[in-house]
């Protein structure tokens, strides 16, 4: 079956911090990624996505790269604001494979301190 | 452009009652889908349409649950009677497909609802 598996939170960082959120994925054919972001009071916005192996997706100063041989989406960033505190979805999407709908893991709650 | 707006933000009802959550699609949008996160878990998809019509129910998680979207413009979830564990957040989105091309789904800011 098809299911995402990220790190447990929350994560607490001071700013200026560099981040990481594990994400680990379990799929049939070579699915989309996507990195969600939740803000306090908001809903779930894009923040960055990767369609094929080796892709690296960017926005923000947030990264991932697609590993097709690691089965991985990891979220990166070299320095945390405090304006990064939110909950952070890994999801996996599938079109091509008739399955044509979101897996997200558990979400990770990122809190950064001044 | 507006987003994607459900309505109610928050609902607050006892084990029983019925609740209906709305879903405006982004104007346009042919698909909408139904997602729900439980107590923190992940976030699960419920439902998906095409227009007016169910293409995959799937993940819905029984007949309790009912979804409509007449005339393929918003969507209601209907949850009757609700129980404890009814209680999430309930996300709507919407996208518009082109054939062969990658969707990009619009989450709308979603209806905490909580079953007493």
């Known amino acids: 079956g098809n299911s995402v598996t990220q790190m447990e939170g929350p994560v607490t960082l001071s700013e200026e911090a560099f981040l990481t959120i594990n994400c680990t994925y379990t799929?049939?054919?070579?699915?989309?990624l996507f990195w969600y972001v939740q803000y306090p009071g908001e809903g779930l916005q894009l923040l960055l996505k990767?369609?094929?192996?080796?892709d690296k997706g960017s926005n923000k100063g947030f990264e991932a790269t697609y590993r097709k041989e690691t089965t991985s989406f990891h979220l990166e960033k070299g320095s945390v604001q405090v304006s990064d505190s939110a909950v952070y979805f890994c999801?996996?999407?599938?079109?091509?494979?008739?399955?044509?709908?979101?897996?997200f893991g558990s979400g990770t709650k990122l809190n950064v301190k001044p | 452009e507006a987003g994607v707006t459900q309505f109610p933000s928050h609902s607050v009802i006892e084990k029983g009652q019925t609740v209906t959550l709305r879903c405006d699609p982004i104007s346009g949008h042919d698909n909408l889908y139904w997602y729900r996160r439980v107590m923190g878990k992940e976030i699960k998809f419920l439902l998906h349409?095409?227009?007016?019509?169910?293409?995959?129910e799937s993940g819905m998680p029984n007949n309790r649950f009912l979804a409509e979207r007449t005339g393929g413009t918003y969507s209601t979830l209907k949850v009757q009677p609700a129980e404890l564990e009814d209680s999430g957040v309930y996300f709507c989105?919407?996208?518009?497909?082109?054939?062969?091309?990658?969707?990009?789904?619009?989450f709308g800011p979603g209806t905490r609802l909580l079953v007493l």
């Open positions: 799929a049939t054919g070579y699915p989309s």
């Open positions: 990767a369609t094929k192996a080796d």
């Open positions: 349409f095409v227009k007016e019509s169910k293409q995959d």
């Open positions: 989105a919407s996208s518009h497909r082109l054939a062969g091309i990658e969707e990009t789904q619009y």
């Open positions: 999801a996996l999407f599938g079109l091509r494979y008739n399955f044509n709908k979101f897996y």
